[in-house]
């Protein structure tokens, strides 16, 4: 039988990564010489430029600092390490590559990931899924904590199984889908993941 393959966003999802977004933003608008106040906007605006190698390089930097002060939830290992046998494995994140590697390691799970689509394949969730399907050569399930980019994912119509992490009450979780027209599951941990991917799930 076929195996299927999943993709884990990394920060938010998998562990946290502590940036200090606020002070970066102000360093990153320095050198721009313009307002930063979303990073997400900012690099889909520059991507195909030498200003978001240099963006992103900065936040590289801070993100790279913050990998020893983070956390990775305590049932992801535990979930991974059931999955694993059953699914290729994959991180889908805007971190940038080092250090979502560096901060895979640092919590000892990167050995269970297949490969990783990062900051540097695309600046937006929808390119990053596009990226891997071609890599792949089909379809797999995404499961991410970032609801809006999972709608993103699925105005694009590319046919994916989108799974979103809300930690949040269960009626703010449907609340919020309800409000952005999410269509996929939603689960408040990863240890409902594997029902949903089961068979019979």
Do not use: N
């Amino acid at each position: 039988m076929e195996r299927g393959a999943v993709a884990f966003d990394m920060d938010g999802t998998l562990l946290t990564l502590p940036v200090q977004w606020p002070e970066l933003k102000i360093r990153v608008s320095r050198t721009l010489s313009r307002p930063v106040h979303s990073f997400r906007d900012l690099l889909r605006e520059l991507w195909g430029t030498d200003d978001y190698w240099l963006v992103s390089s900065m936040v590289k930097e801070a993100e790279m600092e913050a990998v020893p002060k983070s956390t990775l939830f305590p049932e992801v290992r535990p979930v991974l390490e059931g999955l694993v046998s059953k699914f290729d494995l994959y991180v889908i994140t805007l971190q940038s590559r080092e250090a979502a590697e560096a901060a895979l390691e640092f919590h000892g799970i990167r050995r269970l990931f297949r490969g990783l689509v990062t900051r540097e394949d695309g600046p937006d969730r929808a390119s990053q899924a596009r990226v891997l399907m071609r890599h792949m050569g089909g379809r797999f399930s995404l499961v991410d904590d970032h609801l809006d980019q999972l709608v993103e994912v699925q105005s694009a119509g590319l046919g994916l199984r989108e799974i979103w992490v809300c930690r949040a009450g269960p009626g703010d979780c449907l609340r919020r889908a309800q409000r952005l027209g999410f269509r996929g599951a939603v689960v408040r941990s990863l240890r409902e993941v594997p029902l949903l991917l089961l068979p019979g799930g």
